[in-house]
């Protein structure tokens, strides 16, 4: 497997030490009181207060929890396929939740699949501190917990010592790429222009890397951008379609519109022209995903670039879980690749049969 690595977030190595099987699944470590120890290390799995990783000692068939935030549109369907298929293809059983988009809902959940003893733990945390108590309430009981997709927040929880490891895209990165394509659009960076900002939910990974890596570059690149107006609609297309429709009322000369995701671009536009504006032509958009509504907005002219965040997670995330299992070392973050598709070079057809 290839981990790729970016300086812009995290910094260390995990070292994952490999230890001698006694033949005792995870699971023999549950139960709330039970005091069991699981390697020939004698490394001690105190259920409850444990403070150091739990070794798995089987490389398939393991059951394998997995807590999703959400199920609420194309991206989280396709990363959702994603998973259950690479686990289907691991071997391993899959026992999952949905949080409907509610932290209270995630943290009940999380303690759900932990009472049900799962040999690994895979969360994909609705905003970055609200389950963090129930990452590391995993790491007490014993069970090792891959972060995917969306990150926690790693001043209150470690990869490398309170989880194994993050799985997921650089959406700081995403951001700048945004950044770069609306400065295109706009005519380059001497522009002088206003947009706007729809930002995702608040106190997620993607809407505070998305936005932070997209004002910095937009700031460094072209200073005579501003962003007139920033403002949540909480990653989905009616919500982007109604703050939009009074954002356009409230600034009608702004050029551009920058959306956390594609859902957002969506419903902007059709606010946009609703509001009388040709998106495309008198306002630019771009947006970050890559689903297959926002592409042909691409290929019609209507939206000027989407940048791809990859939901297809599943294979990097088994195949990350089977060099734990033979204890590797696994870095600090295992880098899901994305691209930018836009209409002028070609990239948004020859991706267009792959969109989700
Ligand atoms: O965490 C990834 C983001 O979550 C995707 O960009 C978005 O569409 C989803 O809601």
Redesign the pocket.
Known sequence: MQFSWSPLKRSFMTTVPVIAALGITLAACGGSTATTTTSSTASTCVSGSNTKFVKLTKTTGLKVGWSQN?L??A??NAEEASIVSAAKAAGDTLVATNANNSDDQQVQDIQTLINDRPDILLVDPHTEDAEVSAVLSARKNCIPVIVV??DVNESMATPGRDFATFVGSDFQKQGALAADALIESLGGPSTKATIVELS?TTG?S?AILRGGGFDGELAAKAPGIKIVAEQTAN?ARATGQQVMSTLIQQYPNIKGVFA????MAIGAITALKAAGKKPGTDIKVVS??GTKDAINLVLAGEEYAVVQ?NPRLGDLVFQTIGQYAKGADLPAWVVQPDKVFKLADGTAKAYSPDAF
Do not use: L, M, V, Y
């Not at 956390?260 to 859902?263: P, S, V």
């Open positions: 959400a609420d549109g991206w989280r997709d969306r995702g997620s993607p990653f956390h995701n594609d859902e970050i995903d965040s």
